[in-house]
């Protein structure tokens, strides 16, 4: 009887997938493509164009098409040219498109697609989906959505999240241009491309041609080119030949979303035996949310004519397809050092805006040292971006800039009176401030050779990276760092995991489940943290007790014990504790006990003990008695106070306890089932 079944289920089964493989493919492209409602835009379009609307009926090819979405967002032509610049003639499942491959379009001139592949850490056997897949700067939301054709292959629908639009000329202009543009022509007819007022790329163009470059605009293959906008350049002679070779990446055509997410550095043209110079495109989300992007050469070998150091431009028109590769038009030109520390921090919008408001209305005075043009003034600032604001409470932040003095050091702490460039830097290395005995102390890590050191610095406890290192300024030297020093900005999570005199808890605390929880910068923790000298004492004292809960295997038993040092909801310093507890300094041989605290998971006394020379505080549990050794430890989700004992008893952790449990609750579901049997039989 078993074995009919089965077969019955085998054969429904297999008829199942076979009508739902004969549905899919019994759809045309155009079919497919009308059954979904997120592609009715471009739908329209195809469908207002006869000779289009033939195409897709009749022949076989790959469409990229773009959702609603993306098709808004475009303000562009929309003819059959935008249509044909979607679609290619090789029909490929997504996943067997090679990595740096390029597709060629049906457009006229027949404009190239360059593709990025990216691993994306998803774990898929089979498919695509381990992989992010963009074509220019559009990403591929879904794949192979495959077709049927009257002849020859199945043609497929890829569906994309941002419109792959042909770099055109602009109305009726007219070009002596043959083709599909190169970036070539795009720079010498560049008024008929659209690029006027403030996209006017005249000066860079002259200089070019000026330097006999153009050449370099002319070379095939997928390329990324660079070009500071007129108001940008402010001197044409600094834009020599090196420069302008700073400016482009010969054999890799950089889109901005593909190109920073993988954020490496990548040798430009200018990239030779005494000279070498790295681009990297960087994105930064601003404070409206919306994501800006950003290339910095860093010139890490220089020549006498050129100096070491990073610049940084905003992409102002990024993106621009041309038959060679990609061209972007930027607010700076790289490889050029700026006047001012102060025209990075005053650049509207810019990442450094947030900071730069600390100075404006609050420090003016300060802001002076930043103006000086004197080379023995020269500073260097370590320069928190906007997004380092949003890592540290409101609460700490305005309590900084409520208090004048406050500010004023924290500002101070993060300037040196001095040229520093990270090649100065060695692991170890520390620095004053003008931050009055307050020093910056540095790491420096290089787990791979081939690329720049990881540079961190800390100061005032915060321990923070450098993100952008080296931009040069003619009165100093800009770090960009992802932390304000001076506020702290870990969560509990990262605090526990920071400071090793905590590593025991932070390990039990990993393996009792608390790391989500401790990373939730909405939530209030105070955590009463043994320190390792606290576990010493249970190892000598609970030796088995202390194996089991390191073992890994007790994760109940680890966060029974952890909660009793937890309170969820609120960050009580040792001050609210007090006001809470008892407000008044007791006697010591009178311990009159007063409200007891209410943590995650029991209850326990929090006591001063009156001292000859400082207050102390301790916390109590079962006739253990804990001493707070460091009080007050502020971090963004709430305060940790260290202690030097575990709030644990032997019975906490026993073999017998576990074997209990486990037998009492299978004892409990036996006896639940036992019921149901006899309720059922009864009936
Ligand atoms: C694609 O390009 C990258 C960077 O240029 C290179 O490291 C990689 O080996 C290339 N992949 C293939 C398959 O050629
Ligand atoms: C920005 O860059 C980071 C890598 O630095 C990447 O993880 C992220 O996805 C990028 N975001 C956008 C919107 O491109
Ligand atoms: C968001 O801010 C950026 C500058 O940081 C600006 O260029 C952009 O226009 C703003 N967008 C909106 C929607 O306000
Ligand atoms: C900052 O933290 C990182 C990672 O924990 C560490 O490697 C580095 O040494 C710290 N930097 C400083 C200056 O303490
Ligand atoms: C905790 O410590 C034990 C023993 O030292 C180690 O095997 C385990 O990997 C650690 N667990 C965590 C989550 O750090
Ligand atoms: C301290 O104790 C006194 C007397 O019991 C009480 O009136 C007062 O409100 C308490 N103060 C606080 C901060 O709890």
Known sequence: MGSEKTVLLVLCCSLLSLSSFVLSQDK???????????????????????????????????????TNDAMDRFDGRKDSDFIYAHLISTVYQIEDINENETLTTRMKGNPALYVTKIPNGARVMTGWEDHDYYLNNAKVVI?????????????????????????????????????????????????????????????????????????????????????????????KQRLDKQVIHGHVVLGKAMFTRPASKIGEDIKSLAFVDNLKVLIKMVNVTSPNGSVVYYVTSNTVASDNRHQKGASVARLIKPNIPVANGVLHLIDRPLMTTAESIMSYLTEKGGQLSRF?????????????????????????????????????????????????????????????????????????????????????????????????????????????????????????????????????????????????SISKTNNLTRQGGFSKQFQDRDEKFTFFVPNNDAWAVIKKNMVSSYKKLFMGEYPYHVRTIMERHLIVGKDLSIKMLMAITNNQTLDPNMPNRQEKLQMARGKIYFQPRLNRHLNEYTVEWNGVVAKVVQSDVECVNGVVHIIDKVLMLREDVTVAATATTATSTWATITTSIITMMLVTMMR
């Open 28 to 66: 045309t492209l155009l079919d497919n493509i009308k059954s979904r409602t997120d592609l009715s835009k471009i739908l329209e379009i195809i469908e207002g164009d006869e000779i289009v609307k033939m195409e897709f009926e009749q022949r076989s090819f790959m469409a990229f098409m773009p």
């Open 143 to 235: 794949a192979n959505q495959k077709a049927r054709s009257s002849k020859g292959e199945e043609p497929i629908l890829h569906i994309i999240d941002e419109v792959l639009a042909p770099t055109r000329v602009k109305g009726n202009a007219r070009v002596p241009v043959r083709g599909y543009p190169e970036a070539a022509d795009v720079l010498i007819h560049y008024r008929a491309y659209g690029l006027t007022d403030e996209n006017s790329v005249r000066m860079f163009k002259e200089r070019v041609e000026e330097l006999h470059e153009m050449d370099v605009y002319r070379q095939t293959g997928g390329n990324t080119y660079f070009i500071a906008v007129d108001s940008a350049i402010k001197q």
């Open 356 to 500: 730069y408001a600390l100075f404006k209305e609050h420090q003016q005075d300060l802001l002076e040292q930043l103006r000086s043009h004197s080379d023995d003034e020269a500073v260097t600032l370590f320069a928190p971006s906007n997004h380092a604001f949003s890592m540290v409470k409101q609460q700490s932040l305005d309590a900084v800039t409520q208090n004048s003095n406050k500010l004023n050091e924290l500002l101070r702490l993060h300037i040196v009176r001095r040229r520093l460039y990270t090649d100065d830097i060695v692991q170890g290395f520390k620095t004053p401030t003008m931050s009055k005995d307050r020093k910056l102390y540095f790491a420096v890590n290089q787990d791979d050779l081939s690329k720049l050191p990881i540079v961190s610095v800390e100061g005032a406890g915060v321990n923070a990276t450098i993100t952008t290192a080296n931009i040069a300024a003619e009165n100093g030297v800009i770090h960009i760092i992802n932390r304000i020093l001076d506020i702290p900005s870990q969560t509990i999570y990262e605090k526990l995991a920071s400071n090793p």
